[in-house]
């Protein structure tokens, strides 16, 4: 079994529905949106060039999205927290993802993403 699959078939639920639903919007979202496992952990490339990745938070156990090169994002929903350069949106695994602001950090991250 690959890394990728170990890692979501080992997660309890619905942490484990929560980050499957995130991980087929992000790759559905555009194509240029591949998957590696790195760092322990699922990450989303784009264009080959690292853009976001899935993990929870150690305390609550709430899955989020991390986001690269979130420190030039901009958004009510992200969160810096004692992070240089990482921002993160949270996901609350017991309510709908919101999809709305989902796609507009999606779109805000793709937007920062290094050209070479």
Not at 23 to 45: H, R, S, V, W
Request: a positive charge.
């Amino acid at each position: 079994m690959k890394k990728l699959a170990i890692f979501y078939n080992n997660q309890p639920e619905p942490e484990k529905s929560t980050f499957l639903a995130l991980k087929a919007y992000i790759l559905a979202f555009d194509t240029n949106f591949t998957e590696e496992f790195k760092y322990g952990l699922p990450f989303f490339y784009y264009k080959g060039k690292m853009c976001c990745y899935l993990w929870k938070d150690k305390k609550t156990r709430e899955p989020y999205i991390g986001v690269a090169n979130g420190v030039l994002l901009e958004h009510p929903a992200l969160e810096q927290g004692n992070r240089k350069r990482m921002k993160i949106l949270r996901i609350n695994p017991n309510k709908d993802i919101n999809v709305t602001v989902l796609a507009e950090v999606l779109r805000m991250a793709i937007a920062v993403q290094p050209t070479k």
